[in-house]
């Protein structure tokens, strides 16, 4: 496993970091941090975790294994995280997480969960900036980072605002999304800050639905991991390039995809690059050229998450929506839309010739099919709750009445 110097902090972080976010038993906390062992034992030396991550059990499971990778003297890094908004609310946290991760110091801490552009300016202003420094005065934070859903040129200034206090930045960058995430990602690297990549496979997109991909697949690929890798890891930007596992099985057939995978000379990163807008068609290539709409609609962010809905051939209605409400950060759908003026001018410019209000009427359809089945299923548990209790109701009655008859 080669590592790469983590921007200015001088740190040597491995190429692959196992994302920490996946365990397909988190109860299991034993039988999961054999998984993260597994990844240590083949050079992976960057873990990332999160509190609630996996049942809130991410922590405890890669604190379990952290106490064995103790054992080995050997260098490893944790990173972790805190969404919370108040200063106040930071050291509880954090405490919580050296506890659960057997640690005296965390390598990498991050503010969390940035998806909007005013949520930084809105924490610094509550104090939790003053309060990361703090801790990393007393030791218990080794690097300040952040994890970030921003786009374009939306991060640039948000790093900024670190007044330098930032190190790192966890974004979620991949060979599907590049012309969003990788300004960000220069944008880190240029002020010497690491850059880790989350969704390096696409969040799924890539492996579930291989079939809308495969044209991308180079000579020698065995599968669509072998690609994306490659193309993160050719990112002269990217330090790190995380990778969930469930299990042993997939430490194994990631890292041998990685073992395989060879660096992209800069002209065949640009023909790949090339390669991915020609296949994507139909798909928003996320290029953000329908950024000025009149109203502030964030076209791009609809439009990403109906990319998830042309993979699932619009058979699952929830795909889109959680990609909304759970990524971006748009609970009502129809709501956020109902601003839209019709201009068109995000048509008029879309690089990609997208039907944009067609697909907002899909979504908005979706959207109502999804809350139709939600209240659907609640209507059903009430009624199974409703008749549970009418069935104890009787038994008890039958109960009592036997009881008079008895006596
Ligand atoms: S059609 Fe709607 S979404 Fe598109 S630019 Fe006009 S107002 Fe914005
Ligand atoms: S211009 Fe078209 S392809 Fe580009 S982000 Fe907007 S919708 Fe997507």
Redesign the pocket.
């Known amino acids: 496993m080669r590592q790469r110097v983590f921007g200015r902090t001088g740190e040597q972080t491995s190429e692959i970091g196992m994302g920490c976010m996946r365990f397909e038993a988190p109860e299991k906390i034993d039988e999961m941090a054999k998984a993260v062992y597994r990844a240590f034992e083949r050079g992976v030396n960057y873990f990332d975790t999160a509190p609630y991550y996996c049942n809130d059990k991410s922590e405890d499971i890669l604190g379990r294994a952290v106490k064995e990778m103790k054992k080995t003297g050997r260098k490893f890094y944790v990173a972790t995280k805190t969404g919370v908004g108040k200063g106040s609310e930071v050291r509880p946290q954090l405490e919580r997480s050296l506890k659960r991760l057997n640690v005296d110091c965390i390598d990498f801490y991050h503010v969390w969960c940035l998806v909007h552009s005013h949520q930084l300016p809105e924490r610094k202003a509550n104090g939790v900036l003053d309060e990361f420094r703090k801790a990393k005065e007393e030791g218990l934070i080794r690097h300040v980072c952040v994890s970030t859903h921003l786009g374009h040129d939306a991060v640039g200034p948000m790093l900024d605002l670190g007044d330098g206090l930032f190190e790192g930045i966890l974004i979620g960058l991949n060979m599907l999304n590049f012309n969003m995430r990788l300004p960000g990602a220069k944008a880190a690297a240029q002020r010497g800050m690491g850059v880790v990549t989350m969704n390096t496979l696409g969040g799924g997109l890539l492996t579930d639905h291989a079939a809308h991909y495969q044209q991308l697949m180079q000579k020698g690929d065995r599968c669509l991991v072998d690609t994306a890798l490659r193309f993160n890891l050719s990112l002269p930007e990217v330090t790190t390039a995380l990778v969930g596992f469930r299990n042993v099985a997939d430490v194994d057939s990631a890292l041998d995809a990685y073992e395989r995978v060879k660096i992209l000379s800069p002209r065949r990163l640009e023909d790949l690059k090339k390669n991915v807008i020609a296949a994507s068609q139909e798909f928003c290539t996320q290029c953000n050229y329908?950024r000025?709409?009149?109203?502030e609609?964030p076209?791009v962010r609809f439009m990403e998450a109906y990319n998830h809905r042309i993979v699932t051939d619009g058979k699952k209605p929830e795909a889109p929506i959680f990609q909304l409400r759970y990524h971006w950060g748009i609970p009502e759908i129809e709501a956020a839309l109902s601003?839209?003026?019709?201009?068109?001018?995000?048509?008029e410019v879309c690089t990609q010739h997208l039907p944009?209000?067609e697909r907002?009427e899909a979504l908005k359809k979706d959207e109502r099919k999804v809350k139709a089945a939600a209240e659907k299923k609640k209507q059903e548990k009430e009624k199974e709750k409703q008749e549970k209790k009418e069935k104890q109701e009787k038994k008890a009655k039958e109960k009592r009445k036997r009881k008079k008859q008895e006596a």
């Open positions: 329908c000025d709409c009149p109203v609609i076209i601003a839209c003026t019709e201009c068109r001018h995000c048509e944009i209000l907002f």
